[in-house]
């Protein structure tokens, strides 16, 4: 069906506001709408901006402006409203490059609870200092508002837009601090490590949406299974292989997975610790949630959706229906092939076709996963710096966290209930991830202040001067390790439910492999996470460390309890949260 220019605008107009009627009204489910979260972002950062060029501003404290910015942003995404009752209903918005379901709700909703958390952290911590706060904190904002759309992407040019929105400004906020010459190495190795990703990244882009023709997340499945049905040649099986690993290129730089993962000790031994846990929760959140969108993406057909301002129906997928129904896509899309009008309903694929396309993505992850994991926890053995030791923590945690997407693929079409158990479980581990590992940094920040120095050797003796922050950091770092009844048992206790889960309904004996070397590597990573414990409460103290004490009763120990308490209580009434994290899974499998 061919379209004029006026029909096409009043699409696209419509798509974005809704059927409202004057021109400034938006629709409840349009695009604009349910993007308000991070147009408040954006008009954030802009206000940040502007204090740098009057001299009015510099009367207006930067991290105020940001925080009530990340705050507004967090109230006009209300996760706790979105997520309370059943959410049946999905969106694509603007065309088809990003959804609005119960994920992005989720994921969206811990991103700006965490920025607001950071801002607050570097308030207490006092970096960054008034002078570069606004366009410190413009940067912050702006790798949030990139993490945002990595948790919302569905379209492989958003994919690859998102990530770099995320990355760059955390290139520059590797080197904050001005002349150390460390952070500057830091930001410099960070960037070229990235660089490098981002640019393998989008050849492999560009190998699939030759292929496929196009780079639209769900059309790229249907399109995909379609071809596995009717015979996909070895020479275009080889080149999807191709891109989909040089595609994860740049999924592994951002999760610091193995073999990706050179630039993180370094980074975040240069960087400061308000820049390390930055990098460390919020990055790992969105990469996680971006990993899940792509995989499922290639590997499952995707639900019915509602795109705003155009209701699709609920029928099973077929393809000419959803090509029928969504034109626009074909039109914005530079890569469509008018050979995809062709196919007819006998044609649509069904789950089964995508079912080698999980199998490898599936082995793939796992792999990754295990090498992961083992090398983040043996590495971190020999650290004397608390902040490369917690770089190879955060390595390890993300084989951790992989591990749950194994899981999702395997059961995606046998067991969709056990998949979705699977994403809930990962994001379960997300939530609690979130405090242990912030309140692993902000501790390792406010001792740097203390005693000047994040060497593990002169946290000796810690506990006769400040039993307070030695209890909160031993209380983290066993969370950490996810010995019970610390919330990061929750965690990875759920991730290994769902790989025994997954064994058990699919037979699939890489799923029990996984299962076993995540409990060795919990087992081994207590001894490194243990010996820091023993610094701070055994080994004297040094007679060359100057006479410090961090006041337990401050804003500081407020702030470190108030992080310290979830990985205590939660264990008290878990189930909460667990409902909380069963319901952002209900999207993204099932219609």
């Given at each position: 069906m061919e379209k004029d220019l006026h029909q096409i605008v009043d699409h696209l107009i419509r798509d974005t506001k809704g059927d409202a009627g004057a021109l400034w009204d938006w629709a409840a489910n349009s695009s604009l709408a349910l993007f308000a979260p991070e147009l408040i972002l954006c008009v954030a950062i802009v206000l940040l901006l502007l204090l740098r060029l009057f001299?009015?501003?510099?009367?207006?404290?930067?991290?105020?402006?940001?925080?009530?910015?990340?705050l507004a942003s967090l109230y006009f995404a209300s996760p706790w409203t979105a997520l309370r009752g059943e959410f049946s209903q999905g969106y694509e918005l603007f065309t088809g490059m990003l959804v609005y379901d119960s994920l992005t709700i989720y994921m969206r909703g811990i991103l700006l609870l965490f920025a607001v958390m950071f801002i607050v952290f570097t308030r207490l911590s006092g970096i960054p200092d008034k002078e570069d706060g606004a366009d410190i904190y413009s940067l912050v904002?702006?790798?949030?508002?990139?993490?945002?759309?990595?948790?919302?992407?569905?379209?492989?040019?958003?994919?690859?837009?998102?990530?770099?929105?995320?990355?760059?400004?955390?290139?520059?906020?590797?080197?904050?601090?001005?002349?150390?010459?460390?952070?500057?190495?830091?930001?410099?190795?960070?960037?070229?490590?990235?660089?490098?990703?981002?640019?393998?990244?989008?050849?492999?882009?560009?190998?699939?949406?030759?292929?496929?023709n196009t780079v639209h997340l769900p059309t790229m499945a249907t399109v995909l299974g379609s071809r596995i049905a009717a015979g996909l040649p070895g020479e275009e099986q080889m080149v999807l292989a191709l891109g989909g690993l040089m595609i994860g290129v740049g999924l592994a730089f951002k999760l610091s997975a193995v073999p990706f993962h050179f630039w993180c000790p370094d980074v975040f031994e240069g960087a400061t610790a308000e820049v390390n846990a930055f990098l460390s929760v919020a990055s790992k959140a969105a990469a996680l949630a971006l990993l899940l969108r792509v995989v499922l993406g290639f590997g499952t057909l995707a639900p019915d959706r509602l795109s705003p301002g155009v209701a699709l129906p609920a029928a099973p997928a077929q393809v000419d229906t959803a090509w029928e129904a969504d034109e626009l896509h074909r039109f914005v899309s530079v890569m469509h092939h008018p050979g995809h009008d062709e196919l007819t309903p006998e044609l649509a694929p069904a789950a089964s076709d995508l079912g080698p396309v999980r199998s490898f993505a599936g082995k793939l992850i796992a792999f990754i996963a295990v090498i992961t994991c083992t090398f983040g926890n043996l590495a971190a053995y020999g650290q004397t710096n608390i902040k490369r030791l917690l770089a190879y923590s955060t390595i390890a945690h993300a084989g951790y966290m992989m591990m749950a997407v194994p899981a999702v693929l395997a059961m995606a079409e046998s067991n969709p209930s056990g998949a979705e158990h699977a994403v809930a479980g990962l994001a379960l581990y997300i939530f609690v991830y979130v405090f242990m590992n912030l309140g692993a940094f902000v501790i390792v920040a406010f001792l740097r202040n203390a005693i000047r120095s994040e060497q593990i050797a002169d946290y000796a003796g810690l506990i006769r001067r400040s039993p307070g922050i030695v209890i909160c950091l031993s209380l983290i770092l066993f969370s950490l390790v996810g010995l019970p009844p610390l919330a990061g048992f929750l965690g990875k206790f759920a991730i290994f439910a769902s790989l025994l889960e997954g064994w058990q309904t699919t037979g699939q004996g890489y799923l029990m492999a996984l299962l076993v070397v995540?409990?060795?590597?919990?087992?081994?990573?207590?001894?490194?996470?243990?010996?820091?414990?023993?610094?701070?409460?055994?080994d004297p103290e040094p007679e060359e460390r100057t006479p410090c004490e961090f006041p337990d009763v401050s804003l500081q120990g407020a702030y470190v309890w108030l992080l310290t308490l979830p990985t205590i209580l939660l264990m008290l009434n878990w189930n909460g949260i667990n409902e909380l994290c069963r319901q952002a899974a209900t999207q993204l499998l099932r219609g």
């Open positions: 001299r009015a501003g510099q009367l207006v404290p930067p991290s105020m402006v940001a925080f009530l910015g990340a904002l702006g790798a949030t508002l990139g993490m945002c759309l990595m948790a919302s992407a569905n379209h492989l040019l958003m994919v690859f837009m998102a990530l770099e929105m995320a990355s760059v400004p955390s290139y520059v906020l590797a080197g904050l601090m001005k002349g150390r010459r460390v952070g500057s190495e830091a930001a410099l190795k960070y960037s070229v490590y990235g660089a490098g990703a981002a640019g393998v990244m989008l050849y492999g882009i560009s190998l699939v949406a030759g292929v496929l995540g409990g060795l590597n919990t087992a081994i990573s207590l001894f490194y996470y243990l010996r820091v414990v023993k610094v701070m409460a055994m």
